[in-house]
């Protein structure tokens, strides 16, 4: 594993291959001086920049600049959080979250016509939009679908059947998990197409995993495809895992397969997995550079290997 951008704090790195090039679209750390709580209101990002690799094994990644700033988002409060970015038809698509003017996460969309931006964000956020950590995947029929959601300071607890509750409800112990969500996008990919769909993570034996697993969904969904199989993998959040899951459909429900990363230094882990010249890449975060302050944190990379039976893990 190596550290890819030393000069700056980033995290939540989306990886993708676009062209010839790997671009990697974090989150953009800074120090805001707000002390951390479970809301995560340290986490005060207004920025995004693109990071890029001409090479697998290129020592550091290179800052192409700043692709979007809060400011110019005319719905946007505060907390620009984890984003992502799709290609189709030749256009590129950032989806991303930060919270409004009344501090309600919602998911926006920015389109640009190169992957290295600059990306103009939409007048008003995704109609229907809520919570954080979109994760933007193009199917090969070009389909697209955003799986997004995150608990706590995500505010995925604050809505059911994709209505706001008056009080939020954090399932516990033997109830089923608070599952991420999936939802298909139009096809101008600026809109929910359909009322987002709970994503299901099973046992071995189809019962959804109980509020207590500790592989359970808690943010930072992923999507990733291999031999005709749906990966979603995502961060289990306060048992500070990277887990994955497998289905044959986009909407799941997914199948536990294992665990990816075991914890990191930081409170938060997040990624993207991602293929580029026949190997496979896991892009992450830890706050070792930081000396462990969980809202600076740094960008690394790993390689993943499959087994035969479809099993995912790093390579060693
Ligand atoms: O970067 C802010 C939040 O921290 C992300 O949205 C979460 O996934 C966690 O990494």
Redesign the pocket.
């Given at each position: 594993m190596r550290y890819l951008f030393p000069s700056d704090y980033m995290?939540?790195p989306s990886a993708h291959v676009f062209g010839d090039r790997l671009y990697i679209y974090p989150?953009h750390?800074r120090e805001s001086g707000i002390p951390e709580n479970d809301n995560?209101d340290h986490?005060d990002?207004q920025d995004y920049h693109v990071l890029c690799l001409d090479d697998p094994d290129q020592p550091e990644a290179r800052d192409l600049g700043k692709i979007l700033d809060v400011k110019d988002i005319p719905w946007a409060g505060r907390q620009l959080?984890?984003n992502d970015v799709v290609e189709k038809n030749g256009r590129y698509y950032l989806i991303y979250?930060v919270k409004d003017k009344t501090d309600t996460f919602h998911l926006g969309v920015a389109v640009s016509e190169r992957p290295e931006g600059p990306f103009i964000p939409l007048p008003d956020p995704i109609r229907g939009s809520y919570s954080?950590?979109p994760c933007a995947f193009k199917d090969e029929d070009d389909e697209v679908y955003v799986y997004f959601g995150?608990i706590w300071g995500?505010q995925l607890q604050r809505y059911r059947d994709n209505r706001s509750l008056e009080n939020a409800h954090l399932p516990e112990g033997a109830e089923p998990a608070l599952p991420g969500r999936v939802v298909r996008m139009t096809a101008d990919v600026t809109q929910f197409a359909e009322e987002p769909r709970p994503v299901i993570i099973t046992d071995d034996e189809g019962n959804p995993l109980r509020a207590d697993d500790p592989h359970r969904f808690f943010?930072?969904s992923w999507m990733h495809k291999y031999n005709a199989t749906y990966y979603f993998s995502y961060?289990t959040g306060d048992s500070h895992l990277l887990c994955y899951a497998t289905s044959d459909s986009p909407y799941g429900p997914f199948r536990f397969r294992g665990e990816l990363l075991q914890p990191v230094v930081g409170w938060?882990?997040?990624h993207s997995i991602v293929q580029w010249r026949g190997r496979w890449f896991l892009f992450h975060h830890d706050s070792v550079p930081s000396g462990g302050r969980t809202w600076l944190r740094s960008v690394k990379v790993a390689e993943l290997q499959y087994e035969p039976d479809g099993t995912l893990h790093l390579k060693e």
């Open positions: 995290a939540d989150s750390d995560g986490f990002m959080w984890d979250c954080i950590d995150g995500g943010e930072a961060s938060t882990t997040h």
